[in-house]
Structure formats: C-alpha cells, structure tokens
C-alpha cells in the first residue's frame, strides 16, 4: 500500500483560502482529495491523472478548489478558494491502484487526513 501523507490543514474565516498537500511514498496512476464533514459520509472532491494531468472535480467545488501535481516529487495539491463553512471537514489525499481517475471507486489508499475548518 502506498503511503500518503497530507498537510496544510487549518481554522479560516469564510472567504479565505487554503492549499494542501499531500506526498506519495511512490508513483500511483492516480492521486486525489475526499472529505467527511461532521455527521457525514465522505466526499469525493478532486482527482488528476498523474501521467496526463488530466483532473476531475465534484460540482461542490468545481470553480473554488483546483488540483494540481509536482509529478516528479509524487505529491499533490489542493488549493482551496473562497472557503465556505459547509467546506469543514476532514480532508484525505488518495491514490488509485488502478487508472479511472474520474470514478471515486477507484481511490483504494488513504492518508490520515488534515483539518479544515471554516468559521462564518
């Protein structure tokens, strides 16, 4: 199993930005992002093909987070725009064993997560 490990987490005010990042132990087909809100299941919020760059995004952040890679360095970023509250969670960095970047199925690996919390 891939190791991930994430970091950029922290408390904000509505409107502010943040970005995350996550470092793989080795090279995957795939590497995204999730969260879990409280009382919630998790989310499936960004993916990007690390061979192509190709990325994917859910309709709630589509606009206001954008993923990206330092391909030779396995790690990759979330950056986080005009946060909003309902953005609290906990966020997890995944890697795919296979290469449907596009389908949160797909994400079999996980990080430990970071904290991100949005105050109004």
């Known amino acids: 199993q891939v190791q991930l490990v994430e970091s950029g987490g922290d408390s904000v005010q509505a409107g502010g930005s943040l970005r995350l990042s996550c470092a793989a132990s080795?090279?995957?087909?795939?590497l995204g992002w999730f969260r879990q809100a409280p009382g919630k299941g998790p989310e499936g919020i960004a993916g990007?093909?690390?061979?192509?760059?190709?990325?994917y995004y859910a309709d709630s952040v589509k606009g206001r987070f954008t993923i990206s890679q330092d391909k030779a360095k396995n790690t990759v970023y979330l950056q986080m725009n005009d946060l909003k509250p309902e953005d609290t969670g906990m966020y997890f960095c995944a890697a795919t064993r296979g290469n449907i970047c596009g389908w949160w199925g797909s994400y079999s690996s996980w990080g430990q997560g970071t904290q991100v919390t949005v105050s109004s």
């Open positions: 080795t090279r995957t087909y795939c």
């Open positions: 990007i093909n690390t061979d192509d760059g190709t990325t």
